[in-house]
């Protein structure tokens, strides 16, 4: 009953490196998404997928890029890490059936340094 | 475009006291509402969730009320715990299936 997995959990990275942050689901899930949170700014959307093959951008997509080859997997990749870039990422998926009102379900996040 | 707005925090309350946490939104037409909970560490949880004006959505004592009229979906709990120190997030799902947060409101509850 694994859920939504984001692996690693902690990651420091230098300004110009870049990083594939990975997310996986087992719920066959077709909607997925990604967040950024900081601190008192609520969550803010970065891209979303409504299924394999499809990918769109949120709030914020500008220095990311995600793809989305599975219904599982939905990896979020950083290009040219900057330090604004620092943050907690979530990566969230739902069902389709009843989107709107279906719950995400949330993994529990990946905390990243740009220094 | 559609917004949640939630009050401030962070919130400090002693153990047993009264809750409520304000949120209000502007969406086109009846978006779901959901309450979100962190805590420290970990993703975010659902709470608890209303999908049409009118419904009251509860879990674990907390409750909130879908109110059409006033854009607000308020969180309240008669009785906090210790255990209930989180940061809480209001948050409504859009046309496309894609929920917009507020900020988030820390809530510390003290013994």
């Known amino acids: 009953n694994a859920g939504v997995t984001q692996t690693p959990k902690f990651r420091i990275l230098k300004i110009g490196q870049s990083m594939t942050l990975q997310c996986t689901q087992d719920m066959n899930h077709n909607y997925m998404y990604w967040y950024r949170q900081d601190p008192g700014m609520g969550l803010k959307l970065i891209y979303y997928s409504v299924g394999a093959g499809i990918t769109d951008k949120g709030e914020v997509p500008n220095g990311y890029n995600v793809s989305r080859s599975t219904t599982e997997d939905f990896p979020l990749r950083l290009e040219l890490a900057a330090p604004s870039q620092t943050s907690v990422y979530f990566c969230?998926?739902?069902?389709?059936?009843?989107?709107?009102?279906?719950?995400?379900?949330f993994g529990n996040g990946t905390r990243l340094t740009v220094t | 475009g559609n917004s949640v707005t939630q009050m401030e925090g962070p919130v400090t309350l002693s153990e047993e006291a009264f809750l409520t946490i304000n949120c209000t939104y502007t969406?086109?037409?009846?978006?779901?509402l959901f309450w979100y909970v962190q805590y420290p560490g970990e993703g975010l949880q659902l709470l608890l969730k209303?999908?049409?004006?009118?419904d009251k959505g509860s879990n674990k004592g907390f409750e909130a009320t879908y109110r059409k009229e006033t854009t607000s979906f308020h969180l309240e709990k008669g009785s906090v715990q210790v255990s209930d120190s989180a940061v809480y997030f209001c948050a409504l799902s859009d046309r496309g299936g894609k929920l917009i947060f507020g900020q988030g409101t820390e809530l510390s509850v003290k013994p």
């Open positions: 969406a086109t037409g009846y978006p779901s």
């Open positions: 969230a998926s739902r069902p389709t059936t009843d989107r709107e009102a279906s719950p995400l379900h």
């Open positions: 209303a999908t049409k004006a009118d």
